[in-house]
């Protein structure tokens, strides 16, 4: 199956359009704004001096970098002329930054240019190079120039002569992974041979020597060196790190054409689609190390599940969507659609100047107070002191477009339902739709042969036209297609292994998880209990751009103030006013809860 | 109000008889057993020289003297040879290993002889000598022997001189309270001023001036240095350690007839009592710092709880229970019922020779593989590292006695409900009951004014006899009373402000709070909910010397391996096998729940 680039697809209106228009016009001037007011931008020329007000850190390039793609992606659908001069004027500085061997990092060519090159595993070198490729991979693709992609070539290539050639580098394969996909990218397009071989070494190569250990002493387990990536059965440490090297593992199995380590990616997939990911598809349940814990511990008040993770989590499974060459089956469609409507988007403000890094399910204002823990994120930020999350925010909304199609050589596959005209092969096809606000879709296609996702979450589907059914997609022989997805409010449940959700529910209307904010109700929303019998209905109301939905149920009506009691606590009536979970934390710090007692 | 000590009180039958059997004949023996294979007791001489097998750590001496303290209780009780040999033999020691000073600590007088002495706050130097005089008065009240007094009397007055006259120390005061109370207790004994000056110096200078933090930096709130005493007014910091101050407050209150202090202990204890204490009397709910944390954090699985500290809470309460004037009020003995029967109690095995340092209100054994958190303690060990809990157990449980009575100049009050004969001021008082295998009590008394405390559990009082209530006690004017506090199962709901609990409930059988244990139930002890309008039932079969409880509820049956599904939780029904919760954890690890849905 191919995956069919966002570049051959415009957004049209509706969700995704909206988010799309304010990525555009806030997002990516924000994230640019605070990257610039904290240093990010000026010490990217690499001319960092004693005494100079900001200091380049080891990873503010990739940061930089990352947002250079997104902004790439940008340009791609729509020139700006303002937004394409700060990135010249950006890759302007990168030129000046280069050594004499290509190099390229604005930490280690100016503050740390003493200190020796690629000795320190942990040092981000070649998770920035990395990133630094994508982005010249992005700008080449998006409007032809290829300066940046000369700097990143050669750094790329220096990179392979100490790595793989002489293998004179202190350490055999990165800390922090990332450059992997990123050389599977600019192996794509150019493909030069040595780049696949260097993406291969460093996948394959990785765990099978002990290499310094980046976290605690966890035999490498932090950052996926623990064993080789074909023993791996087991999704661990750093939640980012992993899927980063799940992406690139998924894609050498393909360029490849290697049925182990395509076994090795869907089994590593699995493991966090049924043991290890929040009904939000957040990833990464836990703080220490920002990493996976073990399975079916998804703490909901104490979740770190990082915007990144879920990000990387929609990178790695719209690679093992779009090399499901037999049998396309849609869990990886289905994940990913959890992933970008719930754990991604609520990494950004509706607004999208501000975002969380760590995306919890329950916010408990009073355990602000408790010493113990991490200090809890309630509200978004403009900007972190590793900010790697909004540049991606910033990426993968603009190239949304990429998650939308897919084609295998009999057929064009619909994986997500989004506003869309696009020209595929010469053919075009045409989705109009509201979703997620309903489940209605139109589709006008030159393209007969076309198969349809049915949304896991479906439990009816209107459409008079003939269809047949197979791995959760339904296969049609038509250029016009009206179906609807019948999208009705539904409680959740989760698997009574995890401790953390149990006899509670979560509502859930098509694939946007919904929640409690207590502004909301009149009431503490951990003192609620949802009635799962009664229907919920959609008010005339939206936020988020998605209906409020009103359940019913009850809440505790307590009066003592003595911490224990024999009284049964009494109930009253309560209405129960749920918004969009991507949509909380934007009117201010609350109380909040995805997981409501039933 | 004034204390009846366990000296005149004859535990006669019933269950902490066998409690106390079980220390006297069990436990003394083995924590001594486990102190010596340790090297706490051969180092007691100070003889440590480089390459011995152990080295005396700065509060291993506390550990053998609060043992001493537990000793000399139940020999103060019934001589016992051996056990009083093992006494003397550890006094020898420590008459050699006194430096010229008179100063004494086992690890200072032998491997840190070089290290300045009360140089550094947390090197524990008074909290040693606090349980040196602890031991040395009680050893004095129960043989009459005065060798250890003697060497604790001028441990003392070097510390007197260096702190209090002269100043020289090279701080106020101690980093872990102790002495205080023990230097009462010596002023008690002597009536010596300078112990009670010295215990108000130590006291009242504590957080006056700014000390060294033991703990972070949290503006000295671990060591209760925050600020003074009279303006302390939530229990914060290491718990034993505030309890162990807050006793010396009320001490001093009495002693100086002080109603500021005395207020100030009041405050405490409500701040405990109302918004910080475990159903179980378990307090320090958080193992950072082994501390309080905020009001209403008690979290279930991941409560510290203290051995010590729930012990520490019965000697405070203990404190104001017996300074309550005027109107005696039974709250403080409803507390330290609390303690004993549950918070206290789970700290050692039901054979007597195994302790929990922590005591969990939840065990979930999934939850070791969580690498965030602590290593979660799920069988009770036969020594510690840090070994203060078993021989706290030890002294507490001899001197259980000491709970039982109290009285103001008119009247005597009944404040636990423990089997006795004892003879108090001439008059002579007997107790007979189960309790609290049933509330039915009988007194003979030749004290005619007699109170009895009723327990705040009790919904029913059974008693033909005239009485009248006031502040939760019974005032009666009979030689002989026969009365039945009716127990029942009875469950229990916290206030819905602490979270953790919500939509929960315990099931108390009069005092005792009971637990779920997995291997007693055909299911998951946190997959179980249980039917409150359904009356729980005492089956014929005890566990801990009282009778397992049998409640009614139901269990999700539950099929999906899925990780979410909208397929609510199918209920079966199920029989729920309560033990008492100090009970846990004596066959096996296992899964454990105080806290069940409801």
């Not at 380049?56 to 791609?76: C, N, R, T």
């Not at 060196?225 to 791996?232: F, I, K, N, R």
């Not at 050589?409 to 509201?434: C, D, H, M």
Request: aromatic share 12%.
């Amino acid at each position: 199956m191919e995956m069919i680039s966002f570049k051959n697809v415009d957004i049209t209106g509706g969700f995704w359009a909206e988010r799309q228009k304010i990525n555009r016009e806030t997002t990516v001037y924000s994230v640019y704004d605070r990257f610039k007011s904290t240093g990010r931008i000026s010490t990217m020329d690499c001319s960092y001096k004693e005494g100079d007000p900001y200091k380049p850190h080891i990873y503010w390039g990739s940061d930089v970098f990352k947002w250079m793609e997104g902004a790439a992606y940008i340009l791609a659908k729509k020139e700006d002329k303002k937004l394409h001069k700060l990135v010249n004027d950006v890759i302007d500085d990168v030129e000046k930054g280069v050594d004499e061997n290509g190099y390229y990092n604005s930490y280690f060519n100016s503050i740390g240019i003493t200190e020796p090159k690629f000795a320190d595993r942990d040092k981000h070198e070649l998770y920035s190079a990395g990133h630094m490729i994508e982005a010249a991979v992005a700008l080449y693709n998006a409007t032809g120039e290829d300066r940046l992609l000369k700097i990143a070539i050669k750094n790329t290539d220096y990179i392979d002569r100490v790595f793989r050639i002489e293998h004179s580098a202190k350490f055999i394969t990165p800390g922090h992974e990332e450059i992997e996909l990123a050389l599977i990218k600019l192996y794509d397009l150019l493909k030069e041979p040595k780049y696949l071989e260097l993406a291969k070494f460093f996948v394959l190569q990785r765990g099978k020597t002990k290499e310094q250990e980046i976290f605690a002493n966890d035999g490498g387990v932090y950052s996926q060196s623990h064993t080789d990536v074909l023993h791996q059965t087991e999704a661990v440490g750093h939640a980012v790190r992993a899927v980063y090297l799940y992406c690139a593992i998924a894609d050498l199995a393909k360029r490849l054409n290697d049925k182990e380590l395509q076994k090795a990616a869907e089994t590593l997939f699995n493991d966090i689609a049924d043991k290890k990911m929040y009904i939000t598809g957040g990833i990464g349940a836990q703080i220490l190390g920002e990493a996976f814990s073990c399975r079916y511990d998804l703490p909901n008040r104490d979740a770190y599940a990082e915007t990144c993770a879920a990000i990387g989590l929609a990178m790695f499974a719209l690679r093992l969507n779009n090399q499901n060459e037999e049998e396309p089956c849609s869990e990886y469609a289905d994940v990913i659609e959890k992933a970008i409507y719930n754990g991604m988007l609520s990494g950004v403000s509706l607004s999208g100047d501000a975002f969380f890094y760590e995306n919890p399910l329950a916010v408990d204002l009073d355990a602000l107070n408790i010493p113990r823990g991490h200090a809890y994120c309630t509200q978004r930020k403009k900007v972190f002191e590793c900010s790697c999350c909004p540049p991606n925010i910033t990426r993968i909304i603009a190239s949304i477009g990429d998650y939308i199609y897919s084609q295998n050589k009999s057929r064009l596959f619909v994986n997500q339902y989004i506003q869309n005209k696009a020209e595929i092969n010469g053919k075009k096809v045409e989705i109009t739709t509201e979703y997620p606000k309903n489940g209605k879709i139109f589709i006008k296609t030159e393209n007969k042969e076309i198969a349809l996702r049915k949304p896991c979450w479906c439990k009816k589907v209107i459409c008079s036209q003939k269809y047949t059914e197979q791995n959760g997609y339904l296969y049609f022989n038509d250029n016009e297609i009206k179906i609807e997805f019948l999208m009705e409010p539904e409680f959740y449940y989760a698997n009574n292994k995890v401790h953390a959700d149990i006899f509670k529910t979560a509502l859930q209307y098509g694939p946007v998880v919904y929640c409690l904010e207590e502004q909301d109700q009149n009431e503490s929303v951990f003192a609620l209990k949802v009635n799962v019998n009664e229907k919920p209905k959609l008010i005339n109301e939206t936020f988020g751009g998605l209906n409020i939905i009103k359940a019913f149920g009850e809440v505790i009506n307590y009066s003592e103030n003595s911490l224990y009691t024999a009284q049964k606590p009494k109930l009253k009536k309560a209405v129960l006013k749920y918004i969009p979970y991507f949509s909380f934390a934007n009117r201010g710090e609350d109380n909040m809860t995805v997981w409501v007692n039933y």
